[in-house]
């Protein structure tokens, strides 16, 4: 048996397991035991029924009807709507939507503990990316786990913008998320497409269409007015979200043409090694920010690592979130269409934004709260825009 491919969810995958091992159909099965049972012949009933005047009849309506009743119960017992829900991709969602929440808290705790944006935010994001490589490189030696993959030197190469963008895109927004409030951090990371459509257009050369541009001002407009009123405004946490936003969008466009190399999708054989290769490479880079920008305090966070358990425990514990539910992501969009993945990532950010801010006692002005819907529903119109006005 294959082993889960994310740690954070075996236990709770192995809960539902009973649920994938429903496979045939309950309609079937009583329709097999009723006819293989003794008391019924191929077709004539062994006791036969008799008419109103008391003599005996032939006929098998009331056979007929308790055959036919059988099959509605089983028919309408639920049985067929359970069978036609896609529950491995339910749960997917729900784990991707569980593994973003709670990262979200347990970065924050341990950015907090370690003094905020003054503190480690570079060396606790990279040893969140240095916890998903632990747990890659045991699937790979762990028996009848994951089958490792087959790249080359040259492979590895051109895996490397993705993974600095990778790399630059995580530590951008841990710093953005130790410098402001987490839910103003998301509200600005949700302005991507903006950047993502700039680079496509001018770098890629990738044209966009007149409608996704008139979307923009409204994504952006969201996020300015969800800044006004934020109370922990950093000009910091602004800039740092927007580097994070540039990030990702190189990222995803740089793993497009990565993933349209000849052969090398085949090399690699899963999201699952994909992702762990990128991080792994990712964790590499981030070893010279780590040292040039707090390795000269090491010894304090050293200290603080074994005297202050918040933030050894929360640490690990984000590291394994962060991996846990980027994976699950990966393999949620990988299943979906273009509108799904919109309508995924709105929720998404929502949830993010109002659970994080009152688990952790964030402002909710509602003026910030008014930006964030401008801006979340503004990314969401951007998503689904060109499916409703065909571009030209």
């Given at each position: ?150 790249v080359t030197v040259d492979d590895i190469i051109k ?234």
């Open positions: 048996m294959k082993l889960t491919p994310t740690l954070l969810t075996v236990t709770l995958f192995a809960g539902a397991a009973s649920a994938f091992g429903l496979q045939s159909s309950p309609k079937s099965a009583i329709r097999t035991l009723r006819n293989n049972a003794a008391f019924v012949d191929s077709g004539k009933a062994m006791v036969q029924p008799i008419d109103i005047n008391g003599k005996r009849t032939s006929s098998p309506i009331a056979l007929q009807q308790s055959s036919s009743g059988s099959d509605g119960l089983a028919t309408k017992g639920g049985f067929s709507a359970l069978k036609s829900m896609d529950i491995p991709l339910l749960l997917y969602f729900f784990f991707w939507y569980v593994g973003n929440y709670y990262y979200n808290i347990t970065n924050k705790l341990a950015l907090k503990a370690a003094g905020g944006s003054a503190g480690f935010p570079m060396t606790i994001s990279g040893l969140q990316l240095a916890v998903g490589c632990l747990y890659a490189i045991f699937l790979w030696v762990a028996p009848d786990a994951r089958n490792t993959p087959k895996m490397l913008p993705v993974a600095f963008c990778f790399m630059g895109a995580h530590s951008a927004s841990v710093f953005a998320l130790s410098a402001g409030a987490v839910s103003f951090g998301q509200i600005v990371k949700s302005a991507e497409p903006a950047f993502a459509a700039v680079l496509s257009q001018f770098v890629y050369k990738k044209k966009i269409s007149k409608a996704k541009w008139l979307c923009l001002p409204v994504v952006i407009g969201g996020v300015v007015l969800a800044s006004v009123k934020e109370l922990d405004f950093a000009v910091s946490a602004l800039v740092s979200a927007c580097i994070a936003n540039l990030f990702a969008a190189f990222k995803g466009n740089e793993n497009k043409k990565l993933m349209e190399t000849e052969g090398l999708r085949e090399r690699i054989g899963s999201v699952g090694n994909q992702f762990a290769l990128t991080t792994i490479l990712a964790t590499l880079m981030s070893i010279p920010v780590m040292l040039i920008k707090e390795g000269s305090k090491y010894g304090e966070f050293i200290e603080l690592w074994k005297t202050n358990p918040t933030i050894s425990l929360n640490l690990i514990a984000s590291g394994l979130w962060f991996y846990g539910y980027n994976e699950l992501a990966t393999m949620t969009l990988k299943k979906t269409n273009a509108v799904t993945q919109s309508v995924a990532n709105t929720a998404k950010r929502v949830i993010v934004i109002v659970g994080v801010a009152l688990v952790l006692g964030e402002s909710m002005d509602p003026i910030k709260l008014l930006g964030c819907a401008i801006g979340i529903s503004g990314v969401f119109l951007y998503s689904i825009i060109d499916n409703i006005i065909k571009p030209k």
